[in-house]
């Protein structure tokens, strides 16, 4: 049986993850099949969003300890390095958005900080629990930290205790925790914000956010010019401007 669903409808594709039995932990067949789903999506150019959400009570639980403790895998080839999986989303054209309606701890927090936008139902538990088993949010502090305070990220890492989404939006993890009626709704607006902005631009503003905190402020300012005056001469930017000036929707809007 799939462990990841998938669902395409009006440029936006959601994914679920389904493997309840498991807690949607990141078995090997699971960031397999993760992979292939987000494969195609970048490679669709009717996606414009993606949405990753869960079925079940949980999220994601983070690593398959069953699976570590064993050595074994599953899938068809070689184990992917869950490194790719986390670094993947930002350099994605595509906006991904986080429903979270479940628990997310260990790994799973990996996945909900590397998200563009999240937003989470209030009564899920988050933490960093991989100290109470004995190893560390390693390869998740990449994404994780540079969303954190210093002090909050000394406090979870080295505590391993779980709090509820409230918190985990507090310190920056997630944008925002809501009730869970109201989740649909929420990612509803973000996914009808994102989807009046040009494709092209979207794309553009990722590399913004990837790649200029970690320029030389010279550098950094030479590269976002030329970008500047590349999209201003792009046709996608044309045909903004003109549905601007003649007060219409621009083309890319389903």
């Known amino acids: 049986m799939p462990l990841v669903l998938t669902d395409l409808s009006d440029g936006v594709l959601t994914v679920t993850l389904a493997d309840e039995a498991n807690r949607n932990a990141l078995s090997s067949q699971l960031v397999e099949e993760l992979h292939d789903a987000l494969d195609a999506a970048d490679a669709d150019p009717e996606v414009r969003v993606v949405v990753l959400t869960n079925s079940g009570r949980v999220f994601c639980a983070g690593a398959d300890l069953s699976e570590r403790s064993s050595g074994e895998g599953?899938?068809?080839?070689?184990?992917?390095?869950?490194?790719?999986?986390?670094?993947?989303?930002?350099?994605?054209?595509?906006?991904?958005?986080?429903?979270?309606?479940?628990?997310?701890?260990?790994?799973?927090?990996?996945l909900a900080a590397a998200m563009d936008i999240s937003i989470a139902v209030d009564d899920a538990r988050f933490g960093f629990t991989e100290t109470r088993v004995g190893v560390a949010p390693a390869m998740i502090s990449v994404v994780c930290l540079p969303k954190m305070?210093?002090?909050?990220?000394?406090?979870?890492?080295?505590?391993?205790?779980?709090?509820?989404?409230?918190?985990?939006?507090?310190?920056?993890?997630?944008?925002?925790?809501?009730?869970?009626?109201?989740?649909?709704?929420?990612?509803a607006a973000v996914v009808a914000d994102v989807l009046a902005c040009g494709p092209g631009a979207l794309a553009a503003a990722k590399q913004l956010l990837a790649r200029v905190p970690g320029m030389p402020v010279d550098e950094a300012f030479a590269w976002t010019g030329e970008l500047s005056a590349s999209l201003f001469r792009s046709d996608e930017a044309a045909e903004g401007m003109r549905a601007f000036l003649d007060k219409r929707p621009p083309p890319w809007i389903p």
């Open 74 to 110: 599953g899938g068809t080839r070689k184990p992917v390095d869950p490194s790719l999986l986390f670094s993947r989303f930002a350099e994605s054209p595509k906006v991904y958005v986080g429903r979270i309606a479940g628990h997310c701890v260990a790994g799973g927090m990996g």
């Open 149 to 187: 305070r210093p002090a909050d990220a000394r406090a979870a890492f080295l505590r391993g205790n779980r709090f509820l989404a409230p918190e985990a939006a507090r310190i920056g993890l997630i944008n925002e925790a809501v009730p869970p009626h109201e989740i649909d709704a929420a990612v």
